[in-house]
């Protein structure tokens, strides 16, 4: 059970989203409690600057934004593929705190200008290890790195897992909602 603040244009999203994960099996969105909690986080730890690798539709974008758009904290996202691109331009249209990158995250992060407050990292799931290295020197100093599918797709994620882990810079946990979410908070 959940009592959030939606507006009627959040809820017609929101229906429009449900529509699509119901049609397109090439969506991969975030489970609804996976969603809220970030939704929550944002909205309680307010991290100005926010970068999400792994757009999709833009559904855990928007949950993400909708959160940041309290404090005025910018969401920045990446995906590579043109269509779940498209569908997020489309579905996120008139949500003004959202920047969208279209390329490869391992392009595209070494060019990003800010400093992050706080990153869901939820694409190329061997990329993980990738994005991480290429983010190390884009992290605020209180940045919290969520990274999803961290139980469903351990072995892909294991570098990314060892890595982190070991690293004397972040504090690290897994938690167990959703496909599995590791939650890693620098230091
Ligand atoms: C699990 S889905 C993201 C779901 C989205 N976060 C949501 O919950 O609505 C992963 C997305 O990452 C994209 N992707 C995979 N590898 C990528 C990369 N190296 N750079 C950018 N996007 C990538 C895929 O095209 C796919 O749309």
Known sequence: MEKLDLNQSDKKRLIKFEHQRQTNRRLWNIDKETAHLLYFWVKSYKPK???????SNGYSTFWLAKAASYHDGIVETIEVDK??????????????NIKMHFGLAEKI?????????????DAGKIGYVDYLKLM????????????????????????????????D???TMTLSIGAGLEISIKK
Not at 49 to 55: A, P, Q, R, Y
Request: no cysteine; charged share 20%; proline share 3%.
């Open 109 to 121: 992060i070494p060019s990003l200008p800010n400093l992050y407050n706080f990153v869901f990292i």
């Open 169 to 171: 810079l972040f504090e």
């Open 49 to 55: 600057h926010i970068l999400e690798i792994g757009t």
């Open 136 to 167: 190390l020197d884009k992290l605020d100093k209180d940045a919290v790195i969520i990274a999803d599918n961290v139980i469903s797709h351990s072995h892909s994620i294991q570098d990314y897992l060892q890595l982190i882990r070991k690293s």
């Open 83 to 96: 269509n779940r691109y498209k569908m997020a331009q489309e579905n996120l249209q008139g949500m003004v």
